[in-house]
Nanobody, 116 residues
């Protein structure tokens, strides 16, 4: 059974940092792109950052320079380090594992609230 579980969310004041983790099991993690999406209240889900199996990373404009995505294929984990958070980063964050020839897998999401 495939499981994708996020952890590390919470409430932080503006300007602070937060690290999210995604732990996968039940699949060949090292063949999937690992992506972080987020969905703010009243808005659609948007891609924040992605990392290919070999480590090539891409970022949305809003994340560029502040967020860092990483992965550990041996541990089947992906992480998103978020620095200098603003209230606009408040959202539910989702870990997504994507392979073009196989179905996507999603975590349940984890809440990040940036507020003073």
């Amino acid at each position: 059974q495939v499981q994708v579980v996020e952890s590390g969310g919470g409430l932080v004041p503006p300007g602070e940092s937060l690290s999210l983790s995604c732990a996968a099991s039940g699949l060949l993690f090292n063949i999937y792109d690992a992506n972080w999406y987020r969905q703010a209240p009243g808005k659609g889900r948007e891609l924040v950052a992605s990392i290919a199996p070999g480590g090539t990373a891409n970022y949305a404009n809003a994340a560029q320079g502040r967020f860092t995505i990483s992965r550990d294929n041996a541990r089947k984990t992906a992480a998103l380090q978020m620095n200098n958070l603003t209230e606009d980063d408040t959202a539910k964050y989702y870990c997504n594992l994507h392979h073009s020839a196989i179905r996507d897998y999603w975590g349940q999401g984890i809440q990040v609230i940036v507020s003073s």
